[in-house]
């Protein structure tokens, strides 16, 4: 099986319960950061937030595997970039930890952002210069990401 169609199956694997596992992990993501908060805002001892910080990473990569699971197309649209760029931005803390809260408001403001963001932007792609709901494979067919 090529490596593109296992990130861009045709027609999109579906995953039942999608929508409830999601506001599950969701949730468990928030209290997650919440926790993480006093790391990044106050400094605590490793011990107050280190299980915070294990539940928001557990909970968002499971988000994330579910969405390239389902399809990959998720990498292609903002709402998937978004994810990237957070990732990327809380890794500048590990070399530079006096971007500690900056990084973690930063992060915050852009999930906020592009959780509540219209459908048109938020499945929008730079790549493409349009809202993209499908890809076409190597032989022109279209590939349905069931996302839209």
Not at 73 to 89: F, S, T
Not at 113 to 141: E, M, T
């Amino acid at each position: 099986m090529a490596a593109s169609s296992l990130l861009f199956p045709s027609p999109s694997r579906r995953v039942p319960g999608k929508r409830y596992l999601n506001i599950a992990l969701r949730s468990l993501h928030l209290v997650g950061v919440a926790g993480l908060a006093g790391h990044f805002l106050y400094q605590l001892p490793t011990a107050q937030w280190l299980g915070f910080l294990w539940l928001g990473f557990g909970a968002g990569l499971a988000m994330v595997l579910i969405e390239l699971y389902c399809d990959g197309i998720w990498l292609l649209q903002l709402r998937g970039q978004a994810i990237m760029l957070k990732v990327l931005l809380l890794g500048l803390v590990l070399p530079w930890p006096a971007l500690l809260a900056p990084v973690f408001v930063l992060a915050i403001l852009i999930s906020g952002f592009f959780a509540h963001a219209p459908g048109h932007l938020r499945y929008y792609s730079i790549y493409h210069g349009r809202v993209v709901k499908a890809l076409r494979d190597a032989n022109g067919a279209i590939k349905d990401s069931g996302q839209l």
